[in-house]
């Protein structure tokens, strides 16, 4: 395989997704190629130790934003004409599926606020408890300079106590936090897994409607012999 060849199949592998990011993500690349090329290996070792245009392509499209995603697969997705019988089934069946489908969006909506607004409610007492304790620990000090000795000592181990309980309870939910963060980025690379699994789906089925084009020279970097034949080759 030569590099035009693995440009020409990564950037059929992204259709869909921006012309700026794709250039840049074959920029990239082809780049890798050429300094592993500089490196003393052949074109064909050099993109083996790259990986193949569709790893390649599936690390690139694990990179974007799952918004960009969507709005790639919608842009690449085969138009189907609805069908009259399909329409009227819908707008009749409206009724019903309409308020199921928003009512599950509402509920699975509002489990995901009510976790994260514990979880947050829960991290902001223990710290407004640890900096109430050590507020009430400095005020003990002056408590017991205005003479009342006795109530400041009690202050004073109150305000200790509280500190450490403070951080006792800080470590389990600093680790709660850093879970459900750890959490939502899974459930993000999973969506994300799912629309790449389907994108490679239609890829190999050959349901993408665009052809192929070989990738035009990239400026600023050096081409081998080969890839100068192979773009007359074309040009022919």
């Not at 919608?74 to 399909?86: C, D, G, I, V």
């Amino acid at each position: 395989m030569t590099k035009l060849e693995f440009s020409s199949t990564v950037r059929s592998r992204l259709a869909g997704l921006p012309e700026t990011v794709v250039q840049k993500a074959i920029d990239f690349y082809v780049a890798a190629i050429n300094d592993r090329m500089d490196d003393g290996l052949t074109e064909e070792q050099a993109i083996a130790a790259i990986g193949t245009p569709e790893e390649v392509a599936d690390r690139i499209l694990m990179e974007m934003p799952l918004p960009t995603l969507v709005k790639a697969q919608a842009e690449t997705k085969p138009k189907r004409q609805w069908r009259a019988w399909e329409i009227i089934l819908i707008v009749l069946g409206s009724p019903v599926w309409l308020p199921i489908c928003l009512a599950l969006g509402a509920v699975a909506l509002s489990l995901a606020i009510a976790i994260v607004a514990i979880v947050l409610s829960i991290v902001v007492a223990v710290i407004a408890v640890g900096v109430g304790g050590v507020a009430t620990f400095f005020a003990s000090f002056v408590y017991m300079f205005q003479g009342h000795v006795i109530d400041g000592l009690l202050q004073l181990g109150g305000s200790i106590v509280i500190v450490g309980i403070s951080l006792i309870l800080f470590i389990p939910i600093k680790a709660a936090l850093i879970w459900l963060i750890e959490a939502i980025g899974r459930l993000g690379q999973k969506i994300k897994a799912g629309y790449i699994r389907k994108r490679n789906a239609r890829a190999n089925s050959n349901m993408y409607s665009e052809p192929v084009m070989p990738a035009p020279e990239y400026s600023g970097m050096d081409q081998t012999q080969s890839d100068i034949s192979n773009d007359l080759i074309v040009n022919q």
